[in-house]
């Protein structure tokens, strides 16, 4: 009983910190979270996902903002794993060159009710562009919180699909990432 | 007076001698199709995963749900307007086997789309019709289901080339063997007057 006391307590007191969390930093709980991209392929809606990924949110009030968002490219799934080895290869992410995709931005722009714009720099392959997303950061009672948001990109700006996968009548240009990920507050804080 | 040949809407409807214009034209259309989406299926199925395949497998679809349709709608016409009577046969068990084998026919070409259907769902894959529309998934991605199904396809493909063989076989032993019409009927610009029908 009393080996329960200590993390309810915790509990309680994250609670009660949460609706002032806003100038805390979380990570993300993959298992709660997913981040879903859907494009088109023969014409058709086409979706997968990526499995493994890393987040950090850092959220200031005074406009101290950082969020990074990394995720390990190998980790695609769209359910057909022949597809999911050629996504890994040269012609699409090339996951042995780049591990990773990166979104990083030190400025987040609250736009009130839980809206937020963040702009920072995305990372595909080694080629990097501005976007701009906008999100919803809403809290939850449990301590943790959600950030969800979409954002469109053209996969050939990011060198995604080269060769014959250029082709944009049968392989989709216009992709959509979704995500919905839940943060905790990180830990140290 | 002037017989039903002189009529050109009548042409378009099965005669007691010759099938019309309407089921000749799903029969020969089908029979395009189909040859098209072996080649097709044969040739993606050597493919690895590539931009061809994809363009391939995606008409194969598209032609795969197009023949469903026309089956669909020729099985419509055969209930519209019935197709001329089997010719007498050595034996009945002729009579049953093209029986069989017709049935088998239509069965194929209604299910196998269907079964495609299913393992594109099963794939993660949505169907579009030539680009068109897109049809619903009939089923959530599952890799096992997929193998299963692929399986069943590729399996039915082999069926229905069998039959096929059998069918052909069995035109030309009506028109080489038995010299009757059953042949003749079914081919545009020919006349049936083989048992000395009246033109």
Known sequence: ?189 | MHGPSQHPLILLANMPTRYGVVAQTFHWVIVALVVVQFVLGIWAAALPISLVRLILLASHKSIGFTIFGLVVLRLGWRLYSPPPPQPPVPHPVFRMAARLSHILLYALLLSMPVIGWLLSSASNLTVSWFGLFSLPNLVRPDRRLAHWLLFTHQSMAWLLLAVVILHISAALWHHIILRDEVLLRMLPFTRTDRAGTPP
């Open chain 1, 1 to 189: 009983m009393k080996r329960m006391m200590v993390p309810l307590l915790l509990g309680l007191v994250g609670l009660l910190l949460a609706p002032f969390a806003g100038a805390g930093c979380w990570v993300s709980v993959p298992a709660l979270s997913h981040i879903e991209f859907s494009t088109t392929q023969a014409g058709a809606p086409f979706q997968g996902t990526f499995r493994d990924y890393a987040g950090l949110v850092c959220m200031d009030a005074g406009g101290d903002s950082h969020i990074r968002v990394s995720v390990n490219t190998a980790s695609v799934d769209t359910q057909l794993p022949e597809l999911d080895t050629a996504l890994r290869g040269p012609d699409f992410f090339g996951t042995r060159r780049w591990p990773q995709a990166l979104f990083e931005s030190e400025a987040v722009r609250p736009m009130g009710q839980g809206r937020y714009r963040v702009t920072g720099k995305l990372t595909l392959r080694d080629v990097t562009h501005e976007v701009s997303v906008p999100f919803t950061f809403t809290p939850a009672t449990d301590g943790k919180a959600r950030l969800e948001g979409r954002l469109r990109l053209e996969r050939l700006d990011y060198h995604i699909g080269l060769g014959q996968w250029a082709d944009t009548r049968w392989v989709g240009n216009q992709v959509k990432l979704t995500f919905s990920i839940v943060v905790k507050p990180a830990a140290g804080k």
